[in-house]
């Protein structure tokens, strides 16, 4: 069954440091993926998207991720994180069947920064 | 502006007590869905609708409808809810299925 890892359930970096935020995924096929932020109270946002191509992709907000299938990873990063970063960070698959598409969400990694 | 929009916001309500959370999307999109959000567990999605009247279960459906009547709505319903369907609840939509989603601002289902 396909799934989606977020092994850190919680990291804390300090403002101005660089950001790396893991995402492993299992899944057969060439994998739609996508980096959603949640900032309190609020809907999911997306950052950022790979479907094809080039394996680096750029976001908003200053963030990347790099698509390694070697690794079955899909790492986000910042080069230098802002105290309003600070929020739950979801890695997601679109999982591609006979019925339809279901996007299959990690269980967030909750970012918070320090001055 | 295009936008999901989802009602009520927030609901308290009890056991058993039929009740809808509508969505709407103003984007076109053929492909809508429902998650919950629960500490720890992430988002799961419930239902999901690759088109009017197409519907198809989620990871977690049990205690839930929906229907897809018009392109535009997708309302989910729980016919007799129970306190473990409390929770956080959010309507998606895009183009199509494999397309990054929109999301409504969300619906706090509190039920007693």
């Known amino acids: 069954a396909q799934s989606v890892t977020q092994p850190d359930i919680h990291i804390t970096v300090s403002e101005g440091a660089s950001l790396e935020l893991r995402c492993n995924y299992s899944?057969?096929?060439?994998?739609?993926l996508f980096w959603y932020v949640q900032s309190p109270g609020q809907g999911l946002q997306l950052l950022l998207k790979?479907?094809?191509?080039?394996?680096l992709v750029q976001g908003i907000k200053g963030f990347e991720a790099e698509f390694k299938r070697s690794q079955s990873s899909f790492n986000l990063r910042k080069p230098s994180v802002h105290w309003s970063d600070a929020a739950e960070y979801f890695c997601?698959?679109?999982?591609?069947?006979?019925?339809?598409?279901?996007?299959?969400f990690g269980k967030g990694t909750t970012l918070s920064v320090s001055s | 502006e295009a936008q999901v929009t989802q009602n009520p916001r927030y609901l308290i309500t009890v056991t058993g007590k039929k009740l809808t959370v509508t969505c709407s999307q103003n984007?076109?999109?053929?492909?809508m869905s429902w998650y919950r959000q629960d500490p720890g567990l992430g988002l799961r999605q419930i239902y999901y609708?690759?088109?009017?009247?197409?519907?198809d279960k989620g990871d977690v459906p049990e205690g839930y409808k929906v229907s897809r009547k018009e392109k535009r709505n997708f309302p989910l319903i729980l016919e007799s809810p129970s306190p473990n369907q409390t929770s956080l609840y959010f309507c998606?939509?895009?183009?199509?299925?494999?397309?990054?989603?929109?999301f409504g601002d969300g619906t706090r289902l509190s039920i007693l």
């Open positions: 998606a939509s895009s183009l199509r299925g494999h397309q990054p989603q929109h």
């Open positions: 899944y057969g096929a060439t994998p739609y």
């Open positions: 790979y479907f094809s191509g080039d394996t």
């Open positions: 997601a698959v679109a999982s591609a069947n006979q019925a339809g598409t279901a996007l299959i």
């Open positions: 984007m076109n999109h053929e492909y």
């Open positions: 609708s690759m088109n009017v009247e197409v519907t």
